[in-house]
């Protein structure tokens, strides 16, 4: 794990005025870069029951959450006003039930090779997927909640490599 | 609070095959409906101590998250694959420190006058905020979370209104 | 079917110049208009095989390819210079098998409450399910073929309505 | 030609689980890669000949579409869900008028110099100057069809080059 | 013409306590409204000649300015973070040389049936017209500026019709 | 300063037959080219007072401005038709109050490493922050005027280096 250091220099998107600006990142080597997010959607237990029955016959539900996330992904430095814009090499979104949430867990994972990292492109895909599910499961319960969305490990890059200690 | 049915025939975007399409609403009136959601980003003390200071000149941490969330929401249409493209008369996210947490309360209020509701512009504009702020923030600490993303409350519409109980 | 008349003073896109221009509709009445679009992917017997028994488990070629439509038909004012921007109440995109094509056959319904139809919305939803469809199988077969992308028929407005004479 | 291997498993863009995923292209090497796509929009010889009368003292039927489709191909990631994003080096697209048909040749070439190749750039290319064309010319025919988009040759890329045989 | 009140109070995009927001107007009636805008890019003799002599035979240099004004209209919302999303009922973009400045000037005229007017969709068409003239003769000349973007009328809507006094 | 050719043949994006198209950077060396543009928003005395006024607790109109800049420049190859999408590496907007003008002086820079130039990343992140700018304002004076947008300098690639003589 990165130390950190927590001095308001280091918000790397601020200049020395205090104006976000997108750092300039020229100087530094494309390198192949990962980073992978979670964060899960909690709800009733008949409401996780009513999408796994629907969602049998054909996957809509779910296949149309991961669609909607590896698809975020790719707009992610439009949504994020100082994330550069990047060439993606993979993006992997899974989702998967959990009967003890209850609710499901969402996981993505991307690789670019670029000259900085993929961070906000996995977290990105998580909080669309998550969305999406809610906008699918709605009509059922309000009271879902999007939870613990969450950087999981990061490698590529030379401030070092970073990985939740536990279980992500 | 709306009753809810747990059946998945209510997985209103999946039509009789079980396929996910956007549905009609053309049988529906345009009304006012607004949706209020809210979420936070939980972070370590020094972390908010940090944006707190370095945002004091000019504000452009948080300033940058709101308008991330706000432009968020005019992209819902494109980002979550059924929803449908609205006119959007109101957005506006409020981003408020919470030293208890530590960290930060997200609220968006979304207005239009249209056939449908809001519930997922709110909710979107919610989670790019909250992504931005992690943005702005990563290089201080990459364990930050992004945490209990929900609607808030709903009015306007024949399905009558929502409203979380308790503080929401 | 509504009388042709093939003049060029029928370019309705076109100014008095002969320049490209979005034309006011801002005097007509928004009424409730519908279009239905078809088209389809014709490819080798082997091919349709492989993705009726890929997609048995989770249906994500022919799901992927159905929303992609879907969202496409939302992008239809981006992609075609002179649509005007249109709210959309209903888009529904259908792939079926066709073993005698072989192929699939996709067909993909709007509908808008507007001043101005939504044939191009239809079509375009259907050119990219059909695009998709081609991404999602170029790896069994290069040789497939996009074709027959037509409108089936338009209802509403005050330019009349139309359909296809035979079978659409 | 590539030899064809007509198995489940090659639709690449599904996991092991059948389900859709942007695939890893990060072990590849970014080479120069061509890909040139055609259709066609055929009309009725009055239509024709009235888009060319029109088309005459400004081109802008066939100037519109030539220039929608380059645009397209730029949005080509946004709109297919498992396209990788890719910077473009070229998009040409050519739009010619053909008495025998009647109406009109649609060609694009796609060039890049990546890690995955554009094929999928070069038809879409074609398909949106196909339904631009239909846009500018609908108010004098509605039955015009949109045909045989296919892709004609694929250059670069370790997967062997591809040229279909005939007259593409 | 309105009368200007000079106080940070009417900058309306700001809350009470000076936050940007994209303020409510669902008390506001819809009602047809239109704005014109205007703009000229200054260039030597020499890159006006070139530009008509080389825009001859097919149009494209103020054709693609000219599409590329009407389809950057449709985005204003999208680029402008506190603009309304509206559908627009009328974009015409005209763009004629003026050999006296030497350049060209650039208008462009916007229709909506909404609750706000359309003045930056009418000055973001005449800009991003503007900026692609400057990139399709860039090559010719680099020193070529834009230059007087300004509105010329609005009408429509409660706050009174503006017009520029002179000659617009 | 590059010296200029006056040639039609030097309009770069049209191809023979005078048709516009995207043209070929793939024999090009991808280097790191940066550009430099400025431009500014001429607005009445009390105008400006009540900007800087308005801005002082929170830095929102100016903040606003600088950041539909940076992410316009993300947007310049979607809104500029023949620009070729390109990976960004820096942008930087600053925006400077000038009671001189009155008014304000923009300027942005923009840096790549690619086979072509920035110079319209660069024009276009001045441009939209000026017509944030005005919209910000346009409720206190609907007569404030775009100008003098140009490029101030341009480094990197074979065509030479390119830099305004005198104040820029």
Known sequence: ?????????????LDRQGQAQMVDVSAK?????????????RMQADTLAAI???????????????????????QTSNLIPLC????????????????????????ATVRTKAETGVEMEAL???????LTLYDMAKALEKSMQIEAIHLVS????????????GNG
């Open 124 to 130: 990105t895909a998580v909080s669309v997927a998550a």
């Open 84 to 107: 550069h814009p990047l060439p993606l090499q993979k993006v992997e979104v899974q989702i998967t039930p959990d009967p003890e949430l209850p609710g499901y867990q969402i996981t």
């Open 52 to 74: 796994q029955a629907g969602n049998a016959p054909k996957g809509d539900v779910l296949g149309t959450a991961r669609l909607a996330g590896i698809m975020a992904a790719k």
């Open 29 to 41: 080597q494309p390198t192949v870069r990962e980073a992978i997010a979670s964060g899960r959607v």
């Open 154 to 165: 990061k490698t590529g890059g030379k401030s070092g490599d970073y990985a939740v200690i």
């Open 1 to 13: 794990m990165t130390q950190e250091n927590f001095s308001a220099a280091n918000l790397t998107h």
